[in-house]
């Protein structure tokens, strides 16, 4: 079979196309020495410089970071007991309706989401700052955390929690000596989603937000709407970079663990 | 001699290890244990056996606390245990799978449990290394399970629940994975340090000839009841139901009518056929309908027509399998009634007489045969 042909090609190009021009527009504008975006005067970094130097930018790149880390880490510990509860808890009475409810999240427009945490923080009186916005990233990330989790333990051999109860643990211990370790990927990997979610979320974050705590989605977009200025392009390239060393550390560290699998297994093979 | 014997099931002093008072097991509406009642007794290497679903390994999870009995008690050295958590017990399990931690290395396996009873390192160490030598795995401490083959996986899974020296070892198809040479193998280094440690061991298995090799008495199961519990000797020999019978090596059932004759008992089978004497200390009434149940190995087969002989039967040779040490003939009688015989093959192929299409003798003594009324 003949692999290239033109009709596969320009597919390829016009897909990656798609995906990648508006992105490779960005990053180079951010190298561009005029202060008017769209005209190109030459390569500089000198709005790098100028970001380092905005403290706002910087503020509210802190604050990102923090609800990430937070939003992530509750979502995670939350995420991983509903799905415990959901594979292991056999039949109880409303489980259909349970699980539902951990996954209706995953579809519900975030504007209601948001929307309805504004009104319940409202209602009870909470100040809203950097705490509502991590109340509600933990809200809708639990779900995405569930779901990765659950995925990993409905394949996890039960007889492993069986032998540890077995040789004396009591279950919790069973759960964080046997279970834990070794679901270990699927939580981290859980945590991982949660926190690229908290991210990069602009809609629930600017409903719960409050004057105190301004994420950095929202200060970019609010800052677009006085003008894309090239601090804003470098600022964006520096994300893009970000997550792109992320996930190619993550595959990395995947590929090597699947390489070191495959050499013990040959290993073993090997008469002793 | 006598005292040698190990029996502790024939001497009313002894007091049981494990005692099943009326235990009753129910999954919903399916009874997996009906009304169980069996004792087994320290150092003994009992045998739970039987087909799938007939509630070995139910009896088994009972026994490790994972399952709790639904009505009726069960003991372990004269306590109740029915409100003992699975990790408050001095019951170790070797699972079917191993259900070795795939994260720790042998040594980290084995070590588990002590870690749990929080001994002191010192104590810890010469147990598990007392452990890898027991079971011959100083070399593969370091490595994970999935560095190790099968076989050393057994191993490492075996150590692991003797390792806190428990009262009582439950094994759940602890050969299940390997094959047939490591298995025979593997079989008489459990007894061998089933004795050297002293542990009761309770196996659950599908396989009777691992049963009968390990065991010192084997309870055969069926639908959630014991149908028997004997040594392996007697299982073979004696076995109290057809069921059992054909469920341990292979058997010649003919079913017939009863016709006491004294201390023997002849069975009519077949019109035209010659009757079948066997004897036995049941009592069995005229006509009662009787199964006579008859090892291959102990039909003899001729090509002449043996004299004194109680039972021969006219055939012919209808199949003939050659097992090697061994082979069965197929004898069909003119009924159509197809009986087993077996001969040890002590001559070289070559010399044998015996062939397809056959007419042969087919005869054995009065006392080979079992007579069962079920």
């Keep these: 079979m003949k692999r290239f042909t033109w009709f596969n090609a320009t597919a390829l190009t016009l897909g990656f196309a798609f995906l990648y021009v508006p992105m490779i527009i960005l990053i180079v504008y951010s190298f561009n020495s005029s202060k008017l975006v769209t005209v190109w005067a030459g390569f500089s970094t000198r709005w790098y ?26 979502a995670t510990v939350l995420g991983t007991m509903a799905a415990l509860v959901l594979v292991r808890a056999g039949r109880f009475a409303g489980r259909t309706l349970f699980s539902g409810m951990i996954y209706a999240p995953l579809v519900m427009p975030e504007v209601i989401t948001g929307l309805s945490l504004l009104l319940l923080f409202i209602g009870i009186g909470l100040e809203r700052g950097v705490l509502t916005i991590v109340l509600a990233h933990t809200t809708f990330s639990m779900c995405y955390v569930s779901v990765v989790v659950s995925s990993r333990l409905v394949t996890f051999d039960r007889s492993l929690e069986e032998a540890a109860l077995d040789l004396g643990c009591s279950p919790f211990e069973a759960f964080r000596l046997v279970t834990l370790p070794i679901i270990a990927p699927a939580v981290i990997s859980g945590w991982l989603l949660a926190f690229t979610l908290s991210l990069d979320d602009l809609v629930i974050a600017s409903f719960t937000t409050g004057p105190s705590a301004t994420t950095l989605p929202i200060k970019i977009f609010s800052a677009v709407r006085l003008g894309v200025s090239p601090e804003i392009n470098a600022l964006s390239t520096l994300m893009i970079a970000v997550v792109t060393v992320g996930v190619i550390i993550a595959s990395l560290v995947t590929k090597q663990a699947a390489i070191r699998q495959a050499r013990d297994e040959r290993m073993a093979e090997r008469p002793a | 001699m006598a005292q040698t014997v190990f029996a502790p099931w024939n001497d009313p002093d002894e007091k049981p290890l494990i005692q099943f008072r009326g235990v009753t097991k129910r999954f919903g509406d399916f009874t997996a244990i009906d009304n169980l009642t069996q004792d087994i007794y320290a150092r003994e290497f009992f045998a739970l056996l039987g ?3 007939c509630g070995k390994t139910t009896m088994m999870r009972m026994l490790a606390g994972f399952e709790r009995p639904t009505e009726g008690q069960i003991l372990i050295a004269g306590q109740d245990m029915s409100r003992v958590p699975p990790n408050k017990r001095a019951v170790n399990m070797m699972f079917q799978s191993y259900a070795l931690f795939p994260h720790l290395s042998v040594w980290d396996n084995i070590a588990f449990g002590l870690k749990r009873e929080g ?99 084997v309870a055969v199961m069926d639908e959630g009841q014991i149908i028997q519990v004997a040594t392996p000797d007697q299982i073979y020999e004696a076995p109290n139901s057809v069921y059992v019978a054909d469920f341990i090596g292979d058997v010649n059932i003919i079913t017939g009518r009863a016709a006491p004759q004294g201390d023997k008992v002849a069975i009519r089978f077949a019109e035209g056929q010659p009757e079948i004497i066997g004897t036995t200390t049941k009592t069995f009434e005229p006509g009662q309908e009787i199964h006579f149940a008859i090892r291959p190995e102990k039909v ?43 001969t040890a093959n002590t001559r070289r192929i070559s010399r044998r007489q015996i062939t397809w299409e056959d007419t042969v003798w087919i005869s054995w003594t009065d006392t080979a045969g079992v007579l069962l009324d079920r």
């Design chain 1, 49 to 74: 410089g100028e970001l380092l130097q905005n403290e706002e930018f910087l503020d509210a790149a802190w604050v990102t970071l923090k609800v990430a880390v937070m939003s992530s880490t509750i």
């Design chain 2, 51 to 53: 087909p799938s679903g």
């Design chain 2, 119 to 217: 001994r002191d390192k010192d104590k810890i160490a010469a147990r598990v290394e007392e452990m890898l030598r027991l079971t011959r795995l100083s070399k593969f401490a370091k490595r994970k399970p999935h560095q190790i083959s099968g076989g050393q996986r057994q191993r490492v899974a075996l150590a692991r629940s003797l390792a806190k020296a428990p009262k009582l070892l439950l094994l759940d198809e602890p050969l299940g994975a390997l094959d047939k040479k490591l298995r025979q193998d593997t079989q008489f280094e459990l007894m061998d340090i089933q004795e050297k440690t002293g542990t009761t061991f309770v196996i659950v298995t599908h396989d009777q000839e691992e049963a009968m090799t390990v065991a010192s008495r």
């Design chain 2, 300 to 342: 003899a087969i001729d090509t002449e027509e043996p004299e004194d002989t109680p039972n021969k039967l006219r055939g012919k040779v209808l199949d003939i399998a050659y097992l090697g040490n061994i082979s069965t003939y197929h004898v069909e009688l003119p009924t159509g009634l197809i009986v087993k015989a077996q």
